[in-house]
């Protein structure tokens, strides 16, 4: 996959797309300001690869064949701006508030959610078959629309990080218990979408460098051993996010990641995503907190990580990458104040308040 920089657009949840997760005009928009803004690679925000298992609201959907087309109309409009667009695919599992009632929510254990409080239904063999096999078909179907590649959601709570998590993960099976059985169905989950894609077709994960939780979630030195492993299995690429959003004590929980503004603040998860990606061959992109093409230079310039990934910053100016190309680092218009979600989409208050002046 060929690449016009080292910026990425991390997956950013617009909550902007229809009832069935289908695209609307506006969330069109989002990616045609993104890739017209400069930065070289998107993720786009997670999609959901089973239409009975949506873990928010006016999230895309990748379930079935019906969405190929209207995402072969975006990806040849972000190729035509020089950007390159890649899908993010999830199964959320337990990390939701979103009709609890009204769906089977399933998960590696029967345990309650710390900060939810939903408690799924304890995943059997044949659930994970078909989570598995419903992970294939988004990867196909991602393909097909012309994306340049597949990320799979392994981080912040949802369903495949929660099988590499000691708290979420009690399972005797052969999914629970060590690093690599937790791991089992992030590995098949990649055989399986590789067989679906194609040897060449780039498949990434977003995954944590560690959760920042104690003795309840993943150390640096699991995360390292899966991602060798992943490595090993022919995964393209990973990047690192980190910290599961339930743990209280990590860099990217709010009211930590706000106001991250000083240098000295940014780019939070790269001590730990450097530690790992000295050990790894495939390429490694940070997320978190980065703000600064001056750190990020040093970063690339004294660690192993090749490339950065930035959300908030790009949901409030999606043209920062071409300022900062023309020369202009003056800060970014986002002041990392965490108030971007909105129950009407997620941008930035900045904008909002401007429509809402607009409006009046």
Known sequence: MGLKNRLWRSATWENMADDKGHLT????????????????????GYAFVLEEE????????IYDDSFIPE????????????????????????????????RDIMGPSEVPHPSQGV??????????????EAFAQAGRRCKAAGFDGVQLHGAHGYLLSQFLSPYFNRRTDEYGGTIHDRARIIYEVLAAVRAAVGPDYPVFIKMHCTDHWDEHGLSVEDSLQVALEL????ITGIEF??????????????PIRNKIIAEEKQSYFASETA??????TVPVISVGGHRSPTRMKEL???????????????LSEPELVNRWQRGDFGRPRCVSCGKCWDAAGNICILDREKKGSDDN
């Open 231 to 234: 490595e090993r299995r022919g």
């Open 119 to 132: 408690v799924p239904r304890e995943m059997n063999r044949d659930d994970i078959a078909r989570v598995v």
């Open 275 to 280: 530690q790992i990606a000295k050990r790894l």
């Open 25 to 44: 005009e506006r969330l069109r928009a989002v990616y045609h300001a993104l890739a017209r803004g400069g930065v070289g690679t998107i993720i786009t």
């Open 241 to 254: 996010s980190g910290g599961n959003p339930d743990s209280t004590n990590y860099p990217g929980k709010a």
């Open 71 to 102: 995402y072969r109309e975006l990806t040849s409009a972000v190729h035509a701006e020089g950007a390159n667009i890649v899908m993010q695919i999830v199964y959320g599992g337990s990390t939701t508030g979103f009709k609890v009632g009204d």
């Open 54 to 61: 949506q873990p928010n609201p006016g999230m895309m959907g």
């Open 300 to 314: 690339l310039n004294t660690t192993d990580i090749g490339y950065f990934a930035m959300s908030r910053t790009l």
